[in-house]
């Protein structure tokens, strides 16, 4: 059988079309757009060879007095009192018993739950709060097997069988950090009062706030020591924080912490900041935002967006520089792709239990579906855009040579995903997934252009196999009658009026600003829209025709960067991260065109997230293969603002 397969490929017809393949690949990767694609790198020398970099080089004398002024602060940074107390807090921590951890509890869970019956049964019409006495309870059969351990708590680590394998080889935390000999007093009596007043004060506040602060507190200090997790924090949390009450405030903290961590860091000499060619028009992105919210008709609310997109946008620049190895960019994607198969289960609930309303459907053409899954996030588009953007990684990581149960993983991420993205019936979201993994498959392999010539031949059966709901709401696409589509365009009237006056400098950043000037150029029953439904139409409201282009200018660069990647690098395993962070992208640039995909702050952080690894991970791909001359791995520009060595 297998004989006859091989001739049967070997064919003539086939034969010939493997040829014809090979030619258009040559062909794009050597003709005028290939050249115009494939060209980062020598735009960057350019770059660097320009004249303001050359006067830049040429400030000897400044630049020594920087590296003085720098020296100088990560000698004070190192010996100042708050560094100190921190490492001492730390270490003191890390180093204590456990016992000590399980008398405190038991402590706050015993007077927890003894306040608590005391107060239910001693006053008159108190209801006891069952809430409250279960935490306390629980707290207090944590603390029992803590009671019964000899090990300190670096011991216990190092021993887990869970926490080790999370710690120290997935997130890549030292042993050497945790194998110290170190003694500090046990303190049972000092823990125990603690816990006794806490556990007293659960009478008034709610034992939960307590773990929240703890592990705060815990997460604060593990991102102060490695600024990494922090991306690896914030990438996992997306998804999650939907489930909370300031979803955007919990990525602002992480991203924070991340950044005054690095910051830190940086000051200390123990990381590094470099910026590429891509870097330039980003930071004048983040610049063009923060005018945005400056200069507004939004006023205050919108100067407070604007730092929020600014913050993010950081965010981009803190994964270049902080991602530093294939091995970090690994960890992010499979954080990503794993949070994004959880949303997903919460989107199969849903699915199975019609927990959602149609309340987005236009209920006279599409009275055959019955619910638009949400997970945890506030509309069914945004949480499709979620999925746009991790599919393609999760196809890459099935893709990839690894062991059995992790393909099995990542097999069943993208059918959750692609499913979940069915019953978001967001049809603009279809379009970029098709376009996205179409990409996708391209770039991965050449045989792909057989498989869509195989798929155009056999397309009038398409009909027996896709649901007749899927292709009307598919086919509906660009039908006028529809609601969602006809809405779409009596707005955009109303929105290019507005740009008639406002176009070269934007109305300011933020729903604030789109509601204080559209209203009044908005067509009858359009004048509640919060934003452009365009991303581009967004960013020229927003930013002006400034802001379009320097969008614009970072994608093209993006492809660039990317593409000139894939015509140097031949090996499929070092090429799938990088083509799925280009066809998730181009994904939701299609979806951009009828829909504003950075409404939610999450996806804005997510976009830049991905934008990020994928830099970083041609960074230092590049670096290995030596691709990159001295000059472009370690400029003069670049060293100047280097510390020192970059190490954990």
């Not at 990684?393 to 692609?418: E, I, K, N, Y």
Request: proline residues 2%.
């Amino acid at each position: 059988m297998k004989g006859k397969s091989d001739k049967a490929f070997h064919s003539v017809i086939l034969e010939k079309l493997m040829w014809l393949t090979k030619k258009v690949y040559a062909l794009m990767a050597l003709g005028f757009f290939g050249k115009l694609f494939t060209s980062y790198s020598a735009e960057e020398q350019l770059l660097y060879e320009s004249r303001l970099f050359s006067r830049v080089r040429g400030f000897g004398r400044a630049e020594r007095f920087a590296g003085a002024v720098k020296l100088r602060m990560a000698r004070s940074f190192e010996n100042s009192m708050i560094l100190g107390a921190i490492e001492r807090g730390t270490s003191s921590l890390i180093y204590r018993k456990l016992k000590t951890y399980g008398a405190f509890l038991f402590s706050l869970g015993a007077y927890g739950v003894l306040t608590g019956t005391v107060k239910a049964f001693a006053f008159e019409n108190v209801t006891p709060d069952s809430r409250t006495l279960l935490v306390n309870a629980t707290i207090l059969l944590l603390a029992l097997p803590l009671l019964t351990s000899r090990d300190t708590l670096s011991e216990a680590l190092l021993k887990s069988r869970l926490l080790s394998p999370v710690l120290f080889d997935w997130l890549g935390v030292s042993r050497d950090a945790f194998t110290k000999q170190k003694t500090y007093p046990k303190r049972y009596a000092m823990a125990t009062a603690m816990g006794m007043v806490l556990g007293v004060l659960t009478a008034f506040v709610d034992p939960i706030y307590y773990v929240a602060i703890a592990a705060v507190l815990l997460g604060v200090l593990v991102i102060f020591r490695y600024p990494e997790i922090g991306v690896v924090a914030w990438i996992s949390a997306i998804p999650f924080v939907g489930f909370l009450n300031h979803a955007t405030a919990v990525l602002c903290g992480i991203v924070g912490v991340t950044a005054i961590s690095y910051l830190i860091k940086l000051i200390r000499g123990k990381r590094t900041f470099r910026m590429k060619l891509i870097d330039y028009p980003i930071l004048l992105f983040a610049v063009l935002y923060l005018l945005g919210g400056i200069f507004s008709k939004g006023g205050l609310a919108s100067f407070g967006a604007a730092l929020i997109y600014v913050l993010f946008l950081c965010g981009y620049f803190l994964i270049f520089n902080l991602i530093r190895t294939k091995e970090w960019v690994k960890r992010c994607v499979v954080a990503a792709v794993f949070s994004g198969t959880v949303a997903c289960v919460v989107g199969f609930f849903q699915i199975f239990t019609g927990s959602m309303n149609a309340s987005w459907l236009d209920a006279a053409l599409f009275s055959g579906i019955g619910t638009r899954i949400v997970s945890s996030f506030d509309n069914p588009n945004v949480f499709a855009e979620c999925l746009l953007m991790l599919i393609p990684f999760a196809l890459a990581c099935l893709l990839r040579r690894g062991r059995v149960h992790g393909r099995w993983f990542f097999a069943l991420s993208s059918v959750l995903m692609s499913v979940c993205l069915l019953f978001t019936w967001s049809r603009g979201a279809w379009l970029g997934f098709i376009i996205g993994i179409l990409l996708f498959f391209i770039f991965f392999s050449k045989k792909t252009a057989l498989v869509l010539l195989g798929g155009l031949l056999t397309s009038p059966f398409w009909s027996f196999l896709v649901p007749g709901t899927v292709a009307g709401r598919f086919l509906s696409i660009g039908n006028l009658a529809e609601s969602s589509a006809s809405y779409r365009i009596s707005a955009w009237y109303g929105i290019f009026e507005m740009l008639n006056k406002t176009w070269w400098c934007g109305i300011g950043v933020g729903s604030s600003a789109f509601e204080a000037v559209y209203p009044g150029v908005a067509l009858a029953g359009t004048q509640a829209i919060r934003h452009a439904h365009s991303i581009y139409l967004q960013l020229l409201a927003e930013l002006g025709v400034a802001g379009l282009v320097v969008f614009l200018l970072i994608v093209f660069l993006f492809a660039q960067n990317g593409f000139e990647y894939l015509l140097r690098v031949n090996n499929r395993e070092e090429r799938g991260w990088v083509i799925a962070g280009i066809a998730s992208v181009a994904a939701m640039l299609v979806m951009g065109i009828t829909d504003h995909i950075w409404y939610d702050y999450r996806i804005f952080l997510l976009f830049w997230t991905v934008i990020g690894l994928v830099n970083a991970y041609i960074k230092y791909g590049f670096a290995e293969v030596g691709h990159y001359h001295d000059y472009e791995n370690n400029t003069q520009y670049a060293s100047s603002l280097e510390i020192g060595v970059d190490t954990l």
